[in-house]
């Protein structure tokens, strides 16, 4: 069995399909490309063990829910004649007779929601839809346990067509890293968060754009003015509205509430009083912070 970093790196999970095909919060084709090429060291998504009683709560819900048999068992699996089309089991759910159900993949996950009241987001249901398809079942289960420590399951039918539309833009994808050329840049907090970690380190060149990226660094000056333009409007609408308001808390127009404004109260550490009462604390708990920027030249 291979590594966990080289299992990841070296295909495409369920934790790397929303990110390849721009569903994801938190990955984009991009930085799913730069960590399968080794530029970009990504931790992969979360794999720890669930505990035994979560497993054991999971199980017992499904198999209750199902009628069918649950084995808890961790494994790896890949789609045949496609090794880098790859899944993460928590469990096998298959039925007590075989003519009477199909199996059925398990993913067990504590998330930071009250709930799913439409049930799995595009992102987990795209993330189901590899696992079948890399391990060639016919349903998944997600067993949630949610921010009350209640528990929920979901069930994800298979879906061909999703099928097939993942595994064309996963083959494409895939050839990048192949290739190792960089897909498309595009606007997510993803790439630029993994680009400024791919290109930390300048070497102090120079470099001449090319031709067809010239125009950017007029786009950007243009961003910057509009930016520029609209923080300034900003102001002057609300200082407008600060005048109108008076000390009132909320803004009514036509008898229908549209604006407020209240107090908020924030709390922080004042660095400069830390470092005048406690130096020790201050320089110990002191971090540089290193980062490029851009700055116009002409």
């Known amino acids: 069995m291979a590594r966990s970093a080289d299992w990841h790196r070296d295909g495409i999970n369920g934790a790397d399909i929303a ?29 720890a063990q669930p505990s035994t009683v979560l497993l054991a709560a999971a199980g017992g819900v499904i198999e209750q829910t199902t009628r069918q048999q649950v084995t808890l068992a961790a494994r790896r699996v890949s789609r045949p004649g496609m090794d880098w089309c790859r899944a993460e089991l928590a469990g096998h759910i298959h039925p007590r007779r075989r003519q009477a159900a199909t199996d059925g ?17 595009p992102a987990e249901r795209c993330e189901a839809q590899w696992n079948m ?22 069930r994800v039918e298979h879906d061909r067509g999703l099928e097939a539309s993942l595994l064309g833009e996963a083959c494409h994808f895939w050839q990048y890293v192949t290739d190792r050329i960089a897909p498309p840049i595009d606007d997510s907090e993803a790439t630029r968060q993994a680009l400024k970690t791919v290109h930390a380190h300048p070497a102090g060149d120079i470099v001449e754009l090319d031709p067809a990226d010239a125009h950017l660094v007029e786009q950007r000056r243009q961003a910057k003015a509009t930016i520029k333009t609209a923080t300034e ?5 609300e200082n407008r509205l600060r005048h109108a308001i008076g000390d009132a808390t909320t803004v009514t127009v036509n008898g229908r509430p549209v604006l407020s404004y209240e107090l908020h109260a924030r709390r922080w550490l004042r660095p400069t009083d830390i470092a005048r009462h406690e130096p020790a604390l201050a320089a110990r708990l002191s971090r540089t912070s290193i980062y490029r920027a851009f700055r116009s030249l002409d």
Not at 26 to 37: D, G, M, N, R, T
Not at 105 to 121: E, F, S
């Open 133 to 154: 398809t890399a391990a060639g079942l016919d349903h998944w289960w997600y067993a949630i346990v949610f921010r009350d420590l209640h528990l929920e399951t979901f």
């Open 233 to 237: 409007h900003l102001g002057f609408v």
């Open 105 to 121: 993949g398990l993913t067990i996950r504590a998330v930071n929601q009250h709930g799913w009241p439409d049930g799995p987001a």
């Open 19 to 47: 990110g390849v095909v721009g569903l994801s919060t938190w990955a984009s084709p991009y930085s799913v490309w730069a960590a399968k090429v080794g530029r970009l060291r990504r931790s992969p998504a979360p794999t």
